[in-house]
């Protein structure tokens, strides 16, 4: 049984957040709970904010009535923390594999963790490890959402690492206004040691935007700071972002000697995901300058696949083979997938491509929705090749069908976005 009267003042105020955390989590409003605790609501709310400390037998009411139980002990504590510092580290330096096998340790433990002054220390580990390996976790998206709802309680440290896990959730999820805002606000709040990190992923948004020289900038700079710190697959991970931006502006002899620089490095230490990395691209550089035979050749070697592009890389090579069969086949097996049936982007950019190249399968009208929808989403997320490459589908359309003045105001709308940007665009 818990004394609650020897409790210290933080792990007081800790069970006030536990309390709002599952309230909110079991649906219950303040009213909702003042009613089966009998306890004023207006309490009920200044405990969970820190304001007023209840008699123990009003916490224990309000403990019974929520299923809550708590853990006090301070080696709970002591244990974590090493954990924590140890995921971290591995996370910092790329190390996935070493971080994975200690988030399935510390996850035997969850209904400790959270139900003790670690609540939200477990919460942003677990959710930063799922972010930054891009895994899927059933719970993730609820714990965001979850935790956010207490993020006036958290340490300036904790707050800095909350806006990090969204903007990489959102990262992930391709919307890189919202994840750009998000590393933003993550990078106001000073911790130099996690900005390097933050600096990282916040160039991929800035690129994505076709904001080229501020991306340039900081991943040069971060760059520099990660091999002070050598760290040096996080510095050649962003070298390889540089060279991707050199495949859009058509600087195709730049970005093949970064990616050729990155491979025999990761080569070198076996850096699976570089290998693949560098292979994909250069299977894409191939494919761009009509080498089809090395861009199989690339393409071969990446095991396992890396990244949407690769499916989209493999579909065009097996379209110019002009074999009806395997054609069908690949969009039958892609088009099944359970990440393109859940990505908007991806599903309609497949049906794109298949009605593109399979003219008895076209379908006019489709055809130009998805494109317009895939504008639309480009806008949206702040995706400025997205927009590219679906008005350039939607332009040729266009042409085709000898719809020129349909086809100029869609080139028209994507140079006034490069122009202007996306608010003048809309």
Known sequence: MIDFNKLEKNNIKMLGIMVRYNRTKQGFSLRDLAKIT?????????????????????IKDIFSKLDLTFYDSPEISKKFIKYYNKIFHHLLFYEYREAAILIA????????????????????????????????????DQLIKEYGVVLDFFSPAQKQLYFFIKGLDFLSKELYKDSRENFEKALSMGDADLDLLINEHYVITLSKSGKLVDAWRIATESIEKFELETNYVRAMRLRTRIAYDYIRIIKYEDAIAIYNKVLRYAEKFNVLDLVNRCNTYLGYISILQGDFKSGKKFLDKVLPPFAKIYYYLRFDLVVRKNSEEEFLKLYNEYISYEWVQKSPKTRRFFEMIFMRYNEKNMDKKKYVKNAKELIELGFESDDLQLIEVASGMLSEFYKKERHYKDALEVNNRYLQHLKYGIKQAI
Do not use: Q, W
């Open 105 to 140: 340790e510390i996850e035997v433990d969850r209904n400790i963790y959270e139900n003790s002054v670690e609540i939200i220390n477990f919460a942003i580990i677990r959710c930063l490890y799922y972010t930054m390996t891009d895994i899927f976790a059933s719970d993730k």
């Open 38 to 58: 009998n306890i004023s609501h207006t309490l009920i709310s200044n405990f969970e904010k820190g304001t007023v400390i209840p008699h123990s037998d009003t």
